[in-house]
T-cell receptor, first 113, second 110 residues
Framework: QKEVEQDPGPLSVPEGAIVSLNCTYS??????FMWYRQYSRKGPELLMY????GNKEDGRFTAQVDKSSKYISLFIRDSQPSDSATYLC?????????????FGKGTLLTVNP | DAGITQSPRYKITETGRQVTLMCHQT?????MFWYRQDLGHGLRLIYY???????DKGEVPDGYVVSRSKTENFPLTLESATRSQTSVYFC?????????FGQGTRLTVV
């Protein structure tokens, strides 16, 4: 079993739709959870950063973490064509002497005008 | 410019050659990382560093060497390039939050 599982998609939605992206993980030591957006031929860009369980909202984006189920989600409201990208979940444990991230393989999202 | 810069952006090299990918960050972040991104594998950690002169192996370190003599620089060297090292390489840095990535180096080994 991979440490982080992410549905690769592709996911295609009409403009204005609500998008739900998800990851599951197996390592109960993970405490910090992130979502990255990656446009084609660009580096990943940090979108959301959350600690432990709960919700975090930033504009049209909401990140949810359910540690009891080892499940995290990213919701995009009122999706726009500019949201078309690959979305990567990432997570790490409490740190100690390193802050290395474990990534899902990414979900390719296309928002159609 | 502030941020994290990788060079070169594109590189073609021959099998058996040594090649070095450069990474420079201006934030003075303690942690730096090298990832490779391949279709079907996602981002995989090659090496990371917690501070100057402290480095450690990641998931796929074989065939790679790193050094970190200064906080801001973290070069990655392929000692003898192989075709399986054809990939997109990303450098990243972080402090206490999430990691910030460079734009990547697209390396082709022929």
């Amino acid at each position: 079993q991979k440490e982080v599982e992410q549905d690769p998609g592709p996911l295609s939605v009409p403009e204005g739709a609500i998008v739900s992206l998800n990851c599951t993980y197996s390592n109960s030591a993970f405490q910090y959870f992130m979502w990255y957006r990656q446009y084609s031929r660009k580096g990943p860009e940090l979108l959301m950063y959350t600690y432990s369980s709960g919700n975090k909202e930033d504009g049209r984006f909401t990140a949810q973490v359910d540690k009891s189920s080892k499940y995290i989600s990213l919701f995009i409201r009122d999706s726009q064509p500019s949201d078309s990208a690959t979305y990567l979940c990432a997570m790490r444990d409490s740190g100690g002497s390193n802050y290395k991230l474990t990534f899902g393989k990414g979900t390719l999202l296309t928002v159609n005008p | 410019d502030a941020g994290i810069t990788q060079s070169p952006r594109y590189k073609i090299t021959e099998t058996g050659r040594q090649v070095t990918l450069m990474c420079h960050q201006t934030w003075s972040h303690s942690y730096m990382f090298w990832y490779r991104q391949d279709l079907g594998h996602g981002l995989r950690l090659i090496y990371y560093s917690a501070a100057a002169d402290i480095t450690d192996k990641g998931e796929v370190p074989d065939g790679y060497v790193v050094s970190r003599s200064k906080t801001e620089n973290f070069p990655l060297t392929l000692e003898s390039a192989t075709r399986s090292q054809t990939s997109v390489y990303f450098c990243a840095s972080s402090e206490t939050g999430g990691a910030f990535f460079g734009q990547g180096t697209r390396l082709t080994v022929v």
